[in-house]
């Protein structure tokens, strides 16, 4: 499985620059990509007034990822803001997964960020969601989620954990740790992407990586850049590793 982090800057509520954006730095990419991560909300910024930068379903961000996912043969993931219209409209923080053939699954943001005021604008979801594709099983998560590792626990049911992020650098040293005791306490492949520049808010420096179940690197993006890096998930290394050494079978209940 071979997998590219996009870690982009992200211009101010503008979903057609941003796309605009990220599909030149898809165009650089490998031909053989899997899959392609981009960061959370990279469609508008990480913003906390959804009614003015929310899509409408159907959204024209998702539409694009489809376009995308099809003309490269590989999935596509990233989370962008909706409005969602259950006879009233509510917002999601939602993490789409779009496959080549144009199906989607997606995971709502759980853990909003109360710091920032997320609670008041979004509604969190309240289900983990794992999705498999050419064979290896992923969980979808989102920025905050990082913090809570029994929502992160590995009941034997993914082999890599996705994180889309807008991260600020003020905590970049928490988003670099917890990636990594995310992979080693859940024996997985993990990959956080982040993005880069600045919001009205915060500054972002990135930091994204892929790293394996050992805790170690298998892909970083330089800090400060708009860059990409790709990295090979080995399977067989994974597997021969939880046989050899279960610490899965032995997690609390």
């Not at 509520?13 to 031909?31: G, H, Q, V, W, Y």
């Not at 007034?49 to 159907?58: G, H, R």
């Not at 909003?112 to 998560?141: C, H, K, M, N």
């Not at 890096?229 to 050899?244: E, I």
Request: charged fraction near 20%; hydrophobic fraction near 40%.
């Amino acid at each position: 499985m071979t997998i590219s982090l996009i870690q982009m800057d992200i211009t101010w509520a503008d979903p057609a620059a941003n796309r605009a954006r990220a599909e030149t730095a898809i165009e650089s990419l490998p031909t053989d990509v899997d899959l392609i991560v981009l960061p959370e909300m990279f469609s508008t910024g990480f913003a906390m007034q959804p009614q003015s930068i929310a899509e409408a379903e159907p959204s024209a961000t998702l539409a694009w990822m489809r376009t995308m996912a099809s003309q490269r043969s590989c999935a596509v993931a990233a989370s962008v803001a909706v409005a969602v219209n259950d006879g009233t409209t509510t917002y999601r923080n939602r993490f789409f997964f779009v496959k080549p053939d144009g199906s989607v699954t997606h995971y709502d943001k759980h853990h909003l960020f109360t710091y920032g005021g997320e609670p008041q604008s979004y509604t969190a979801g309240d289900e983990r969601v794992v999705v498999e594709w050419r064979g290896v099983r992923f969980i979808l998560f989102v920025c905050y989620d990082l913090r809570f590792p029994v929502w992160s626990r590995n009941r034997e049911d993914y082999d890599c954990a996705l994180y889309v992020g807008n991260w600020p650098t003020s905590r970049i040293g928490a988003w670099t740790a917890l990636l990594r005791a995310r992979a080693i306490e859940n024996q997985c492949f993990v990959v956080g992407v982040n993005r880069v520049g600045t919001d009205p808010a915060c500054r972002y420096c990135g930091a994204s990586l892929a790293i394996d179940p050992y805790g170690h690197d298998l892909a970083a993006c330089a800090i400060d850049e708009e860059c990409s890096a790709t990295a090979v998930l080995d399977m067989d290394v994974l597997r021969a590793f939880r046989t050899k050494f279960p610490v899965l079978k032995d997690r609390d209940v």
